[in-house]
């Protein structure tokens, strides 16, 4: 039997504010990566500007995701001068190609307003990318895309729109180069980080609440059913006493790990300006489909294997 991962799973070595993680696997390395939303906690600066400004940190796991090595971080071409901010990457393999839609700010903003875009890259081995410029889904606040095939082919991404009541919207494509705006897909109360996932014969989104992540369950990706929380409730492992926050999902058979994030040391009256408020820590836990419910025991033991895929 594998050993059980560590709690935390991992903490970034540099800023330790690793947040907003996606899981893929890299087939040239012959590794699992997590590439990650790298906050640096350790910044001086006004408001949220520690949260801006950010590059996209990578951690490696050689043994199916039980232990995590930092590696650095993406070098991404910007075609704006600069320091701007990357943020909540997603990456899919299709046809040769890794695809990353990340959501992108100019610039190190001091608070949370100003213009949002997603942007695509593509690159054959995760290191070197090309950059194929912002996606127009008819909003300047778009962040948080999530890509999943559909089954009668092409493509479906769901992205937070923070202009329309931070809803998830959604758009297709073909050929994921060309996207074409459907209009809202989840609207039961704000929420950002959409993840999609397909487990026990049905289709799940969760949706970061900011109180747990939402669950939402579909037979065909077009209509939701909203079935409550998970993450919700304070675990006893190490670094997992608070809400799980923006989440991505593996799954492997019959059983789906999640990843997420903690602010392991915030609690109602902890200094915003803290090193305590802002340092975070990503976690992994099981998900399972019982009685048509997704569920998830984040104090159970987690002992993965995750295999490669092709």
Same mark, same amino acid.
């Given at each position: 039997?594998?050993?059980a991962?560590?709690?935390? =799973?991992?903490?970034?070595?540099?800023?330790?504010? !690793?947040?907003?993680?996606?899981?893929?696997?890299?087939?040239?390395?012959?590794?699992?990566?997590?590439?990650?939303?790298?906050?640096?906690? @350790?910044?001086?600066?006004?408001?949220?500007?520690?949260?801006?400004?950010?590059? =996209?940190?990578v951690?490696?796991?050689? @043994?199916?995701?039980?232990?995590?090595?930092?590696?650095?971080?993406? @070098?991404?071409?910007?075609? @704006?001068?600069?320091?701007? $901010?990357?943020? /909540?990457?997603?990456?899919?393999w299709?046809?040769?190609? *890794?695809?990353?839609?990340?959501?992108?700010?100019?610039g190190?903003?001091?608070?949370? $307003?100003?213009?949002?875009?997603i942007?695509?890259?593509?690159?054959?081995?995760?290191? $070197?990318?090309?950059?194929?410029? !912002?996606?127009?889904?008819?909003?300047?606040?778009?962040?948080? /895309?999530?890509? *999943?095939?559909?089954?009668? &082919?092409?493509?479906?991404?769901?992205?937070?729109? %923070?202009?329309?009541?931070?809803?998830?919207?959604?758009?297709?494509?073909?050929? =994921? *180069?060309?996207?074409?705006?459907?209009?809202?897909?989840?609207?039961?109360?704000?929420?950002?980080?959409?993840?999609?996932?397909? =487990?026990?014969?049905?289709?799940?989104?969760?949706?970061?609440?900011?109180r &747990?992540? +939402?669950?939402?369950? #579909?037979?065909?990706?077009?209509?939701?059913?909203?079935?409550?929380?998970?993450?919700?409730?304070?675990?006893?492992?190490?670094?997992?006493?608070?809400? +799980?926050?923006?989440?991505?999902v593996?799954?492997?058979? %019959?059983? /789906? *790990?999640?990843?997420?994030?903690?602010?392991?040391?915030?609690t109602?009256?902890?200094?915003?300006?803290?090193?305590?408020?802002?340092?975070?820590?990503?976690?992994?836990?099981?998900?399972?489909?019982?009685?048509?419910r997704?569920?998830?025991?984040?104090?159970?033991?987690? %002992?993965? #294997?995750? /295999?490669?895929?092709?």
């Open positions: 039997m594998a050993d991962v560590n709690a935390p =799973l991992f903490r970034d070595p540099v800023h330790d504010g !690793a947040a907003d993680p996606v899981a893929v696997w890299n087939r040239q390395a012959g590794e699992w990566w997590l590439v990650y939303t790298n906050r640096r906690v @350790d910044a001086p600066g006004p408001g949220v500007a520690w949260v801006h400004g950010t590059d =996209l940190g951690a490696a796991s050689t @043994d199916g995701g039980r232990t995590w090595t930092y590696r650095g971080t993406l @070098d991404l071409p910007d075609p @704006d001068w600069g320091r701007n $901010t990357f943020w /909540a990457p997603e990456i899919v299709h046809d040769g190609l *890794y695809h990353m839609y990340v959501s992108w700010i100019r190190v903003p001091s608070d949370w $307003t100003g213009d949002a875009e942007r695509h890259y593509t690159s054959p081995d995760l290191l $070197t990318w090309t950059h194929h410029g !912002a996606l127009d889904l008819g909003s300047d606040r778009v962040i948080d /895309a999530c890509v *999943y095939p559909l089954p009668d &082919g092409g493509f479906r991404m769901w992205f937070k729109d %923070e202009t329309h009541g931070s809803f998830t919207y959604a758009a297709d494509s073909p050929d =994921l *180069y060309h996207w074409r705006l459907t209009g809202p897909a989840v609207t039961h109360r704000p929420h950002e980080g959409p993840n999609v996932f397909t =487990l026990g014969g049905h289709h799940w989104m969760i949706v970061d609440e900011w &747990g992540q +939402g669950v939402l369950r #579909s037979d065909d990706l077009e209509h939701w059913e909203y079935q409550g929380l998970i993450l919700d409730t304070p675990g006893s492992r190490p670094d997992d006493g608070g809400i +799980g926050l923006h989440a991505d593996v799954v492997q058979g %019959e059983t /789906a *790990y999640v990843f997420y994030f903690t602010h392991p040391d915030r109602p009256d902890t200094d915003e300006a803290s090193y305590a408020f802002r340092r975070s820590s990503l976690q992994m836990a099981a998900l399972r489909v019982t009685d048509g997704l569920t998830c025991d984040r104090d159970e033991p987690v %002992e993965p #294997s995750l /295999a490669p895929e092709s």
